[in-house]
Every structure is written in structure tokens, then in C-alpha cells.
T-cell receptor, first 116, second 110 residues
Framework: EAGVAQSPRYKIIEKRQSVAFWCNPI?????LYWYQQILGQGPKLLIQ????????DSQLPKDRFSAERLKGVDSTLKIQPAKLEDSAVYLC??????????????FGQGTRLTVV | SQKIEQNSEALNIQEGKTATLTCNYT??????LQWYRQDPGRGPVFLLL?????KEKRKERLKVTFDTTLKQSLFHITASQPADSATYLC?????????FGQGTELSVKP
């Protein structure tokens, strides 16, 4: 079974530029998550999709971050414009069921973003 | 406010000993709690899930306990090996979301 695929693996941009990350979850997984992980901290949930609907985006800085999940499968996360504090690893994960049903999440390798 | 707290200090132990990691939570009422392992440069990998009506769960050298009265989960690795060195994250579900603690770094010395 193929895992969660993310691209790119690394990205360096200047502040105020824009960047996009792509995620392809495991086939058949209804729930898709985007997490931000700053060095030395745990993953922070940015947005969670159930199929192609948003379950929670309360911690997504909506003035600069946006995300969509196309046809309930692939997802993209965009930052525009980027700030220095956005430097982090962006992790995509998916799960077969929603978290309320006690399902494990499968993570991709992440995209390491450096904003200079 | 809602918080998930894990041992903030890195845990250093000798090979063969038992490692015990703590996860405490405040103002959550999770139906279950999960533990993940994360290696440098990689995404977290699921290890164990324990439900609120289970006191203890085991998998090979791993054991997890869940005390809903103390609002605490303990994660044990017995007969630890250098290969167990990693960061361990606890996660719980709340309101349909999967929320993570900050993780504890474990280092097992030969």
C-alpha cells in the first residue's frame, strides 16, 4: 500500500513570496490533515478535511494560508505572502475514518519550508 | 485552557532499562489516546491506541496506560535499545480533531 505522498521535500523562499505544498493521501482515506511543526515542537493542526469538506480550520491563519482538497482526494496548502515565522515542516496525514472513531493517522515525510 | 503536556526534558537511559514517558492533559475528555514515534526528518509513525475504557495496552516491548481520573497516559518501553532513540508524541481526539503534545525526545545509550 502506497503511503502519503508530499511534495516538494524542501523549499526555500524569501519573505513575502508565495509557496504551495501538495499532498496525495492514501487511497480511500476520508480524512486529511495538514499540520505545522516548528523545530522542537509537536505538530499543530492547521486544517482538517473530511472528504472534501472542512472539519476544522480554527488555527489556520486565513489572511495568508489557504487549503483545498480536490474531489476529496489530493490537497494543496498555500501560503501567500510568507513570513519568517512560517519556517517549519508542513506535514500531511490521512486516516480511513475521522478521529472520533479511533483511527490512526498516516503521515507523509513533510515539506521543510525555510523563509529567508 | 486546553493543554497536552509531555516530559519537556529529553530522557536519557541506558540500554536494557525501561523508559517511561508521560502525557498529561487538561480540559480535554478524549475517548482515546494515541502514541506516535518520530525520527529526525520523518513524519510521525503510529505505535499504539488506548481507549478510555482500557486501563492498559501492550504491543511487544511497548506498554501504554490511560488514567482518565488523573488525566494521564504513561508510555513504557521495556528492554530499551539504541534503535528506540526518537521523539515520542502523544495525541488525543477532541471534537473530531487529532491534537498532539510537544513530544519527548528519548535517547538510549549502549
Amino acid at each position: 500500500e502506497a503511503g502519503v505522498a508530499q511534495s516538494p521535500r524542501y523549499k526555500i523562499i524569501e519573505k513575502r513570496q508565495s509557496v504551495a505544498f501538495w499532498c496525495n493521501p492514501i487511497s480511500g482515506h476520508a480524512t486529511l490533515y495538514w499540520y505545522q511543526q516548528i523545530l522542537g515542537q509537536g505538530p499543530k493542526l492547521l486544517i482538517q478535511f473530511q472528504n472534501n469538506g472542512v472539519v476544522d480550520d480554527s488555527q489556520l491563519p486565513k489572511d495568508r494560508f489557504s487549503a483545498e482538497r480536490l474531489k476529496g482526494v489530493d490537497s494543496t496548502l498555500k501560503i501567500q505572502p510568507a513570513k519568517l515565522e512560517d519556517s517549519a515542516v508542513y506535514l500531511c496525514a490521512s486516516s480511513f475514518l475521522d478521529p472520533g472513531q479511533g483511527t490512526e493517522a498516516f503521515f507523509g515525510q513533510g515539506t521543510r519550508l525555510t523563509v529567508v | 485552557s486546553q493543554k497536552i503536556e509531555q516530559n519537556s526534558e529529553a530522557l536519557n537511559i541506558q540500554e536494557g532499562k525501561t523508559a517511561t514517558l508521560t502525557c498529561n492533559y487538561t480540559n480535554y475528555s478524549p475517548a482515546y489516546l494515541q502514541w506516535y514515534r518520530q525520527d529526525p526528518g520523518r513524519g510521525p509513525v503510529f505505535l499504539l491506541l488506548i481507549r478510555e475504557n482500557e486501563k492498559e495496552k501492550r504491543k511487544e516491548r511497548l506498554k501504554v496506560t490511560f488514567d482518565t481520573t488523573l488525566k494521564q497516559s504513561l508510555f513504557h518501553i521495556t528492554a530499551s535499545q539504541p534503535a528506540d532513540s526518537a521523539t515520542y508524541l502523544c495525541a488525543l481526539n477532541q471534537g473530531g480533531k487529532l491534537i498532539f503534545g510537544q513530544g519527548t525526545e528519548l535517547s538510549v545509550k549502549p
